[in-house]
């Protein structure tokens, strides 16, 4: 179900917690916070592919989490572009999957604007070569996500 104004997402997600998605063509980020939403840690990287619905459907379980907040990346009018579309069809089609899963997961929305820019920093000398760095930043891009919301708070 997707939540249209962040009150009610709040409401719904309250002691809960709350995975972020950092969407991308071929991997997804995905970071947690705990239950106050106060403390949000990476998670993993996960392949785009077949099989992403039952990943995202597993971690909810085994987590037992409460909302999934999705990064959008908005254009500098805040408005949505050809990513952003994307980004919208993927999680509508995962909320078709979970709900034939019996799974309501409330979804939100969120912008992502600089996430990925801010994380590449972020783990600048953590590791040893570009291409190591690129493997992970993604989860690095939803902590940073989550942190913004959980900071709006």
């Not at 997402?9 to 809960?16: A, G």
């Not at 989490?65 to 990346?73: R, S």
């Not at 089609?93 to 709900?99: A, E, K, P, T």
């Amino acid at each position: 179900m997707f939540v249209r104004n962040i009150k009610e997402f709040k409401k719904k997600t309250n002691k809960k917690k709350i995975i972020c998605l950092d969407c991308g063509k071929k991997r997804v980020g995905i970071a947690i916070s705990d239950e106050n939403h106060k403390v949000s840690m990476p998670m993993q990287v996960i392949k785009r592919d077949k099989e992403f619905n039952r990943k995202i459907e597993n971690i909810l379980i085994s987590y037992d989490v409460g909302g999934i907040l999705v990064g959008l990346p908005l254009d500098k009018e805040k408005e949505i572009n050809r990513m952003s579309q994307f980004i919208i069809d993927i999680t509508k089609n995962l909320d078709f999957y979970l709900l034939d899963n019996n799974l309501d997961i409330p979804f939100f929305y969120w912008d992502e604007n600089f996430t990925s820019i801010e994380a590449e920093d972020l783990t600048k000398g953590f590791f040893k070569n570009k291409q190591k760095q690129k493997k992970y930043l993604d989860k690095f891009a939803a902590t940073i996500i989550l942190d913004d919301f959980m900071n709006n708070e």
